[in-house]
């Protein structure tokens, strides 16, 4: 699928074409076709945060009827390593080609499309290019090669700390931390450190082809960004373009800035000893300082001065916040509407239960998403496995009515219908070792008002209580269905009940119940 958010996203950042193609890894025809579809609608970065992929597919490029079958492309290696040969040319090769085709039943090229296609590839094996790097344009990051060592002051014992390297490629500014592994953690704190010690942000990263940085294929071409690096790069609005695997110069600052870091930092640390990693770091920092305004042997001036001079300015401002490093996981929705990460559990809405969904957490936030749609967000919990977060919205209506089911709801319920009701739902309530048991029955009680009215079920409850102090629901819905006249007598009695005294004529309780 063609990433037209992605397009756009770096569009609005004033890239070339060239440097978009570089990132997501597109021909400049679909970056031009993208662009210029945008402007004839209007489509303006950002976008709105309801327009998903797949409804900005949609409205860009509404899906052709027309489908064509795709033709074998021809084994470069192959045909290169066969050219070598004598007496081998592209007219042979064609033929065993169109003979292979022929066999495995698939569509071939014509040859002046093999040939072009072979063309193509010599082209790609052949080209070299020296690029010149505008100020404030690019940072290139790697770890170093050689680590530093940190000593337990207890035991002893020699740990290993890895060297985070970033440099600006115009001024070949450093910037150097150590860390205790070369993992995903370790690697975007880096980031996070790095821009904030450099002041600002450049429009491009180029990382290293590691997997903290790229998620590997077995197409060395066609890499894809790690979802939490892409995350972090959206957060600064910087594009990133990996470099090739087993192409250093593709990176060549960083390359040459870990030999110069080995040098004047690694090594020239190598007597002292450090028994923490801050202690480490402290070093480090003045190593580093002092090496950055160390002056140029063949120009003027030393790597601070031309970036404090001529890149600082041109650098985008830092985020208000720091990026906050989140870890992305994958679960699926249990019957219970709960996904189940680190031992938690999470609600999400009922209706995506057996669904696959995406879940982003960080220090206190979890986020659920499904077809990068976010369907739930929760405090993240900490300590005891098994906890529940279920927020009432996300369970079926039977749920949560349920919820709502209690000991006093239900004596407040039938106390509006009347004393009798709620007697026989308080003596029901009291009946049971445990009150949850008998909420069904009081639900049921009370649902009989909804079909016979609440005055018939207040008469029906004063009989019943006439028979028994602990009534059921049985024995109250049997008097509804089979003894109507009798309770019509109890309902005309109540109504007509008067007390007379020497003072006045006073209504008796159940005229005013009414």
């Given amino acids: 699928m063609t990433k037209y958010r992605e397009i756009l996203r770096l569009t609005a950042l004033g890239l070339s074409q060239r440097t978009i193609m570089q990132s997501i890894k597109a021909s400049q025809k679909t970056v031009v076709k993208v662009q210029r579809r945008a402007q004839e609608l209007k489509l303006t970065w950002p976008l709105d945060v309801t327009l998903t992929d797949s409804a900005l597919e949609k409205l860009m490029f509404p899906k052709n009827v027309r489908e064509?079958?795709?033709?074998?492309?021809?084994?470069?290696?192959?045909?290169?390593?066969?050219?070598?040969?004598?007496?081998?040319?592209?007219?042979?090769?064609?033929?065993?080609?169109?003979?292979?085709?022929?066999l495995s039943g698939e569509t071939p090229l014509m040859y002046s499309q093999f040939c072009y296609h072979i063309q193509q590839d010599e082209q790609k094996r052949r080209a070299t290019m020296h690029i010149n790097r505008k100020p404030g344009e690019q940072i290139e990051v790697d770890w170093a090669g050689d680590p530093a060592q940190i000593i337990d002051p207890d035991t002893g014992e020699i740990t290993k700390a890895w060297l985070f390297v970033g440099v600006m490629t115009y001024s070949q500014y450093p910037y150097v931390e150590a860390f205790l592994n070369e993992k995903q953690q370790a690697w975007i704190t880096a980031h996070v450190h790095m821009y904030e010690y450099f002041g600002g942000v450049t429009r491009i990263l180029v990382p290293d082809n590691c997997k903290t940085a790229v998620i590997h294929t077995n197409d060395w071409y066609n890499q894809q960004v790690n979802?939490?690096?892409?995350?972090?790069?959206?957060?600064?609005?910087?594009?990133?373009?990996?470099?090739?695997?087993?192409?250093?110069?593709?990176?060549?600052?960083?390359?040459?800035?870990?030999?110069?870091?080995?040098?004047?930092?690694?090594?020239?640390?190598?007597n002292e000893q450090f028994f923490s990693l801050a202690e480490l770091n402290k070093a480090i920092r003045k190593k580093l300082e002092a090496f950055s305004h160390r002056p140029f042997q063949k120009k003027e001036g030393s790597r601070y001065e031309i970036f404090r001079?001529?890149?600082?300015?041109?650098?985008?401002?830092?985020?208000?916040?720091?990026?906050?490093?989140?870890?992305?996981?994958?679960?699926?929705?249990?019957f219970n509407y709960h996904i189940s990460v680190n031992g938690m559990l999470y609600s999400v809405p009922y209706e995506f239960i057996k669904r696959k969904v995406d879940v982003r957490l960080t220090e206190k936030v979890v986020e659920i998403f499904y077809n990068h749609n976010r369907i739930a967000s929760h405090g993240r919990l900490y300590g005891r496995k098994g906890q529940y977060s279920t927020v009432t919205e996300h369970m079926p209506p039977d749920h949560q009515k349920f919820l709502e089911w209690n000991g006093d709801r239900f004596r407040t319920w039938a106390e509006r219908i009347g004393n009798n009701t709620y007697n026989v739902v308080n003596a029901i309530l009291s009946s049971k070792r445990v009150e949850q048991q008998s909420y069904r029955s009081c639900m049921g009680i009370l649902k009989l008002a909804e079909k016979?009215?609440?005055?018939?079920?207040?008469?029906?409850?004063?009989?019943?209580?006439?028979?028994?102090?602990?009534?059921?629901?049985?024995?109250?819905?049997?008097?509804?269905?089979?003894?109507?006249?009798?309770?019509?007598?109890?309902?005309?009695?109540s109504e007509n009940a008067v007390t007379h005294n020497k003072h006045a004529i006073t209504r008796g309780a159940a005229y005013y119940r009414r």
């Avoid at 890149?311 to 401002?317: D, G, I, V």
């Avoid at 019943?464 to 509804?480: E, M, V, W």
């Fill in 227 to 270: 979802a939490v690096y892409h995350e972090m790069a959206e957060h600064y609005n910087t594009a990133i373009i990996p470099a090739r695997v087993r192409m250093p110069k593709d990176k060549a600052n960083a390359e040459g800035a870990v030999g110069v870091i080995s040098t004047w930092i690694t090594a020239a640390l190598r």
């Fill in 68 to 102: 064509t079958q795709p033709r074998k492309m021809p084994d470069f290696d192959y045909i290169q390593k066969e050219l070598l040969r004598n007496g081998v040319n592209k007219k042979l090769l064609w033929a065993e080609y169109m003979e292979e085709c022929r």
């Fill in 309 to 334: 001079n001529e890149e600082l300015p041109l650098l985008a401002k830092l985020p208000a916040t720091p990026y906050e490093l989140a870890e992305w996981k994958s679960a699926t929705v249990q």
């Fill in 452 to 493: 016979y009215s609440a005055r018939r079920l207040e008469a029906a409850c004063k009989i019943a209580l006439s028979y028994t102090a602990t009534p059921s629901y049985k024995s109250i819905k049997n008097i509804l269905v089979a003894g109507k006249e009798r309770i019509d007598r109890e309902l005309k009695a």
